[in-house]
């Protein structure tokens, strides 16, 4: 069995061009230690048919660090030219990978090395007609909670990890189909469904299904061949283009779903959102598509916040030593049903003192994080930052090694535990409450669930012994 990835030669030959002609571009350095990082951690994080969760999750922050060098060579203008301190902000976002993931790679090593007769075996121990009935079950009841979980405050963030048991649900059903070669016209349809729900969302939660379909299709992955290297960049084109014109759009479109309100809420019903998105899309023009290339790589790159707070830190404001994370755990372990007096999540207000911009806030329908890098430095500065990563790095390795283990004893249902627990944390752009907050309450909603719930729902969907023989 294998332990790795196996790269055909010519695959090698072509990523190695692809690092190497990175130097010919302007700030060519970054952009060549960057791919050089992520090539070290994704060859070892990612593993043949083991769960691809923080693969994507180290992908996504990648992307975002690294937009910030393209959008600066797209412009044509200088890495520094918005703030003094771009430069080393890119620079410890990258070394800041290594001490996040580098723990996370030690428990996946931790995993026996598997294969795909196994994944089948373990697959072929769970009844896909049920599982496919539980999914649809979970899809609409989980949809309804979720879409009034703000009308309860001391419940909200238990309502959001609740509602995860439909993406669960997705992935246990999605890798038995694929594993199984059945139902796959029932999953793709889905697939498509939830792509396009997602787009009846203030929040863009259509790139979420995509996350998913991507775990799945990840963990199968043994060879890279390089033909499919070559399908893998054409698509990797067609998402970039994709997000350019969601870019585009984006502002009228919501400005439409909320009725001008200035709320992050939907208002329109999904026939009329789903025409005013078709209706914009046809007013795009070759003007509007390069302005909102540049407005892309803006909205994708996160480096920018934490430049700005480069500049400020220590100069205007010191170094917190640990309040602010402090402030963090405090906040994220209080529950507000012994507070009435926590206040509301902002993560405006934190963004707006250490950068020095003064951003509107969710009061008027916007939420500008700092991102949970930066709250590392201002607590600790350029060395000292990268002590709450590996923790955090240690937290998330551990607990994803528990659950990997102690949800069941089948590997497919706890592949789609792990994935359900840990995959909106994808985003760089974080603020350090969100992270700790959804983890923390994912973490104890599953682990209650894995005691309550997942041995009822193993005990249904388990096929009997006999008929699994037969």
């Given at each position: 069995m ?18 190497v ?21 994704i ?5 043949p ?25 797209y ?35 931790k ?47 238990i ?26 016209k029932?999953?793709?349809i ?103 290339t ?38 994220v ?30 009061k ?5 994080s ?8 201002i ?20 607990t ?71």
């Amino acid at each position: 069995m294998r332990t790795k990835i196996y790269f055909e030669d010519s695959t090698k030959m072509l990523l190695l061009l692809l690092l190497v002609f990175q130097l010919f571009f302007s700030n060519g350095i970054l952009l060549f230690i960057g791919m050089a990082i992520f090539f070290i951690l994704i060859n070892n994080l990612q593993q043949p048919f083991k769960p691809s969760v923080f693969s994507i999750i180290l992908l996504y922050h990648f992307i975002q660090i690294s937009a910030g060098i393209w959008q600066c060579n797209y412009l044509g203008v200088d890495i520094n030219y918005r703030a003094t301190n771009t430069f080393y902000a890119i620079l410890i976002s990258y070394i800041g990978l290594l001490f996040l993931f580098l723990p996370i790679i030690y428990y996946q090593n931790k995993i026996p090395a598997l294969s795909k007769e196994i994944l089948l075996k373990h697959a072929n121990k769970l009844s896909l007609d049920k599982t496919f009935k539980v999914y649809v079950i979970s899809f609409f009841i989980m949809n309804a909670l979720t879409g009034i979980a703000f009308l309860f405050p001391t419940l909200t963030q238990i309502i959001f990890s609740l509602g995860n048991i439909k993406w669960f649900m997705f992935v246990l059903f999605g890798l038995q189909s694929i594993l199984k070669n059945r139902k796959r016209k029932e999953f793709y349809i889905f697939c498509a469904f939830e792509f396009l729900m997602g787009f009846y969302s203030y929040f863009s939660e259509f790139k979420t299904v995509v996350f998913f379909i991507f775990f799945i299709s990840l963990l199968m992955l043994t060879v890279i061949k390089f033909n499919k290297l070559i399908i893998a960049l054409i698509c990797t084109v067609a998402i970039i283009v994709a997000g350019i014109f969601w870019t585009s759009v984006k502002g009228e479109y919501r400005i439409f779903l909320n009725k001008g309100s200035k709320t992050q809420s939907v208002q329109v019903d999904k026939a009329d959102a789903l025409n005013k998105l078709v209706e914009l899309s046809e007013k795009q023009n070759e003007s509007s598509f390069q302005k909102s290339t540049a407005d892309f790589l803006d909205r994708i790159q996160y480096t920018y916040h934490l430049a700005k707070t480069l500049d400020r830190v220590p100069a205007l404001i010191p170094y917190q030593n640990g309040d602010n994370w402090k402030k963090t755990l405090a906040f994220v372990l209080t529950p507000r049903l012994l507070d009435a007096n926590k206040g509301i999540y902002d993560a405006s207000i934190k963004a707006s003192k250490y950068t020095g911009i003064q951003y509107q806030g969710v009061k008027r329908g916007t939420s500008v994080s700092l991102g949970y890098f930066a709250d590392c430095y201002i607590d600790f500065g350029y060395i000292g930052m990268f002590i709450p990563l590996i923790i955090l790095g240690f937290i998330y390795g551990s607990t994803y090694f528990y659950f990997l283990r102690k949800s069941s004893n089948n590997f497919i249902f706890n592949y789609a535990v792990v994935a359900s627990i840990y995959m909106e944390l994808f985003a760089f752009e974080s603020d350090s409450i969100f992270v700790a907050g959804r983890l923390y309450v994912n973490l104890i909603v599953f682990f209650i669930l894995s005691k309550t719930l997942f041995p009822r729902l193993i005990n249904y969907l388990n096929v009997p012994a006999k008929a699994f023989v037969e």
